[in-house]
């Protein structure tokens, strides 16, 4: 089953604007994990957040975590064309242990038009 | 350095035979897990092993099982395919067992007719 839901499910912005994607989760996390997927092919690591952090940055890319609402957020600015994908969040509950277990939020669809 | 490969890319079979999926870690890497993505949904977790252990299990069926090999690569093995195992299986390796980051393949897009 999935550990939480992304919103929204779909996204449509033009090139230079800012996109927001907000995850929601169930249980204790470890760590939470943003990634992309494009086309139905395999997932790029974008960020990792832990739990004892509330704000991360990577170029282009803030994440904000909440655990006391259990929800993070992933912000992409001045967005491209390029940025079109599948957003998905992952995170490692804390009950897995020392186990490498992620589970997956049901995916923002980015699109990003010219 | 070479990322996490997987074969085949693609693969067609009929219900009820077997399949065997491999996947190469990232050089160093110890740890491999093993997703199931069905069209429109997020991955889902099948296993994970560590130093040739298995550390976790999802919420799959007997007909699904793993190993992992010496040199840290991996097989996912599904028997007795049903339609719905037609997916995108997804291998990711990490440094080590645990909230570490997971690097993902390409995948191995599985059709069952």
């Known amino acids: 089953s999935q550990q939480g839901e992304e919103d929204p499910q779909a996204l449509s912005i033009q090139e230079g604007e800012n996109a927001t994607m907000n995850c929601s989760y169930k249980t204790s996390i470890n760590n939470l994990q943003w990634y992309r997927q494009n086309s139905g092919r395999g997932l790029v690591h974008l960020i990792l957040i832990r739990s004892n952090e509330r704000e991360k940055h990577s170029g282009r890319l803030r994440v904000t975590l909440d655990t006391s609402k259990k929800s993070s957020s992933l912000l992409i600015t001045a967005s491209r064309a390029a940025d079109t994908a599948s957003y998905f969040c992952a995170t490692a509950p804390r009950e897995t242990g020392t186990a490498s277990k992620l589970t997956f939020g049901t995916g923002t669809r980015l699109q990003v038009t010219l | 350095d070479a990322g996490v490969t997987q074969s085949p890319t693609h693969l067609i079979k009929t219900r009820g035979q077997h399949v065997t999926l491999r996947c190469s870690p990232i050089?160093?890497?110890?740890?491999v897990s093993w997703y199931q993505q069905v069209l429109g949904q997020g991955p889902q977790f099948i296993f994970q092993y560590y130093e040739k252990e298995e550390r976790g299990r999802g919420n799959f069926p007997d007909r699904f099982s793993a190993r992992q090999f010496p040199n840290y690569s991996s097989e996912l093995n599904v028997n007795a395919l049903l339609l719905g195992d037609s997916a995108l299986y997804l291998c990711a390796s990490s440094l080590k067992s645990g909230d570490y980051e997971q690097y993902f393949g390409p995948g191995t897009r599985l059709t069952v007719t």
């Open positions: 050089s160093g890497h110890k740890s």
